[in-house]
Nanobody, 123 residues
Framework: QVQPVESGGGLVQAGGSLRLSCEVS????????MGWFRQAPGKERDFVAAISFSGSPTYYADSVRGRFTISRDNAKNTVYLQMNNLKVEDTAVYYCNAGTRVAAGSPSSGAYWGQGTQVTVSS
């Protein structure tokens, strides 16, 4: 059983930064392409960023490109999302996904999801 677990969410002022972490248990991280998605209440779950098996290439949604950076540390079985210059519109629950179709920005069939971590950006 592959179990992604997110952490690092919280409340931050607009313009500030947060770093989310996703630790994956069950199998080594090198077996999976990884992605971050987010969902606000009443909204669809949207693609944020994705990363290939060894860390390159990476992909970003237009709304976060230049502000967010996805990275991975396979030795720690952990994927990170560094979020800088946060905006109120970034407020959402952020989900980690193992098995992302990275170029398409969508989860593959049979992909694994974490339970999410709340990010709230205040003005």
């Amino acid at each position: 059983q592959v179990q992604p677990v997110e952490s690092g969410g919280g409340l931050v002022q607009a313009g500030g930064s947060l770093r989310l972490s996703c630790e994956v248990s069950g199998r080594t991280l090198t077996l999976y392409t990884m992605g971050w998605f987010r969902q606000a209440p009443g909204k669809e779950r949207d693609f944020v960023a994705a990363i290939s098996f060894s860390g390159s290439p990476t992909y970003y949604a237009d709304s976060v490109r230049g502000r967010f950076t996805i990275s991975r540390d396979n030795a720690k079985n952990t994927v990170y999302l560094q979020m800088n210059n946060l905006k109120v519109e970034d407020t959402a629950v952020y989900y980690c996904n193992a098995g992302t179709r990275v170029a398409a920005g969508s989860p593959s069939s049979g992909a694994y999801w974490g339970q999410g971590t709340q990010v709230t950006v205040s003005s």
